[in-house]
Structure formats: structure tokens, C-alpha cells
């Protein structure tokens, strides 16, 4: 699903216009948020998602590309991955490049987020994932958390109109990954428990076959039994009264 609301364009800001361009700024903030809640505030499955989140952000911002990618931590690998506009070959040697850097190291968690050409540009702790994200024709990139053991990021292409990310579409896309996270987290908690209901089904299971073969040994044994005293009356009946 693609946002069709349109950010507010760029308004002066003199003294008489800034109450309004601001007004106008909120009230688009707000009808994004209530969007972004009514789509995937229900939702359970992963996959989907990240991939409605995904198509929104870049319907709400003009992105040419994104990628948004969730990794868990304890076994280092990639839970889901959505992407529009990447190509599969550039999208492949992305997530690779990523395994080979650590993933964990590569979303680099609780860190600002990395705006390409930047700050970051000169940096020497984050330039090489810098260079890494403008490979990949990624110009925007905010990493973030679910919990203590999945985390991700989501990066974005430029903007079909060329503008740079303003302050506010960045602090507008980190209210969006927060409502993020909050959907992935209770996914997440709904699949384990899911998971739980199966294994406990299955165990009961388990059990209701072993007492089922522990019931017919026991016919098995007590037609035994019956046979046996059956044939001792018939052996020995005729020499007892």
C-alpha cells in the first residue's frame, strides 16, 4: 500500500507564515501516524510488516529505493527483509556484505542514524559504513531495535523530487519505526506464543498416544489372562466339583 498524501512542501519561514506552516507540518505528521497504526497496528505476520511500513515510508517521503531488514541476534542471521527498488543481484550482495561485516555491527544499534555524504562522510568509525550504504544507493539509513534479541534498520534512496531528508522527515521516519517496532515486538511475542500452544499440542498429543498403546497392552494382557483361566477350568474342571 502507497501512502498518496504528499508531505507539505518547504514554506518560508518569516514570522507571519510559520504558525501555519507548522499547523499544516503536524496535522500531516498525525494523518501519517494514524495511517501507519490502522495498517499494521493488527498485523502478525512479519513479513508483512516490513513490507507495508516499507511501502509507506517511501509513499510518504518520495523515496526511489528502500530496504528495511530485521536480523535476530542469537543466531545471526536474517529474519526478513523487504526492498523496493533494488535489484535482487544488488539486494543479495547487500544482505551478504552485511553477513561478512556482522550483522550486529552492520545495524549498529543505539547509533544516530547515518545520512550518506553527511557528517558521516567524515567520520572515521561510520565512513566505511557510509561508503558501504552509498554502494547500494542508500541515502538514508536509521537503524533501530524490537527487543534484546531482534534489531534492524531501514534504509532510504533519494527522493524523486532530489531534496535532502529535512530534520523533520527524520524525526517524522523515527516516529514511523517506532510504531515499528511496537508492531514487530507483539508479532513477535504472538508467533512464540504460537509456537508454545504447538509444542504443548504436541506433547499432549505425544502423551494421548502412549496411554492409548498403554491401553491396549493391557486389553492385550487381560484377554491373556482370560484365556489362561479358561483353559486351566477346562483342564481341571472335570476332577473338581
Known sequence: MKSDKKAPEEQPTSEGSHPSWELEKRIFHLKTLNEVSQVIGSLRD?????????????????????VLVLVDKRKNQVEAITHRGLEKNLLDSFVQTLKLRGLHESLRTGEPPIYVGGEDAWNPDRKAFSD??????????????????????????????????????????????????????????????????????????????????????????????????????????????
Open 132 to 241: 558501504l550504504l552509498s554502494s547500494f544507493q542508500i541515502q538514508y539509513w536509521l537503524p533501530f531495535s524490537v527487543n534484546e534479541h531482534f534489531q534492524g534498520g531501514v534504509g532510504l534512496g533519494e527522493k524523486l523530487t532530489g531534496d535532502p531528508y529535512s530534520t523533520d522527515d527524520q524525526e517524522l521516519l523515527g516516529t514511523l519505526v517506532n510504531h515499528l517496532t511496537i508492531a514487530l515486538d507483539d508479532a513477535l511475542a504472538y508467533r512464540e506464543i504460537e509456537e508454545l500452544n504447538r509444542g504443548l499440542e504436541e506433547k499432549v498429543r505425544q502423551r494421548t498416544e502412549e496411554l492409548r498403546v498403554q491401553h491396549e497392552k493391557l486389553r492385550e494382557t487381560h484377554s491373556q489372562l482370560e484365556l489362561r483361566n479358561r483353559f486351566i477350568e477346562n483342564a481341571f474342571g472335570r476332577y473338581m466339583s
Open 46 to 66: 512479519i513479513e508483512r510488516i516490513i513490507k507495508e511500513l516499507l511501502m509507506m515510508v517511501m509513499g510518504t517521503f518520495g523515496a526511489r529505493r528502500g
